[in-house]
């Protein structure tokens, strides 16, 4: 189960949502092989289907670019088999650097920094449960 987050900023009125966790769709690697577009990655899952001995961790996750603070919601995805392991990195689309995954935990205080204005810190809502 998931749970969807609104981000927003009150000086220059940015807003996002994020959705964080687990759904229906994450039961298998066929399963997440069958929305994945990017299609590297579709093979690599494809390959590691193949391996008896794979097990996996996805979900959906909040990415944070330590370079310009832009912020982006990406599968969460690591494979590892008998014979190799796999960890998927996250780039950020406004610079290309390597972002770092940052969990948003029900009624913890997350300190994000506004990507647009870079002025303030993001206000973080939870307003849903998903599946």
């Known amino acids: 189960m998931g749970e969807a987050f609104k981000l927003e900023c009150g000086t220059c009125h940015y807003n996002s949502i994020i959705y964080e966790g687990i759904g229906f769709m994450y039961i298998s690697l066929k399963s997440i092989a069958s929305f994945v577009t990017d299609p590297v990655l579709k093979q690599v899952i494809g390959e590691f289907m193949e391996d008896g001995s794979v097990s996996y961790d996805a979900h959906d996750a909040l990415y944070v670019c330590p370079q ?36 948003i935990e029900h009624n913890v205080p997350i300190r994000l920094t506004c990507p647009d204005c870079r002025e303030s810190e993001l206000m973080v809502t939870s307003f849903m449960d998903w599946d």
């Open 68 to 103: 310009c603070d832009g912020i982006q919601n990406e599968l969460y995805i690591e494979m590892q088999s008998d014979r190799s392991q796999y960890r998927r990195v996250c780039n950020c689309k406004r610079c290309g650097t390597e972002m770092k995954q940052t969990p």
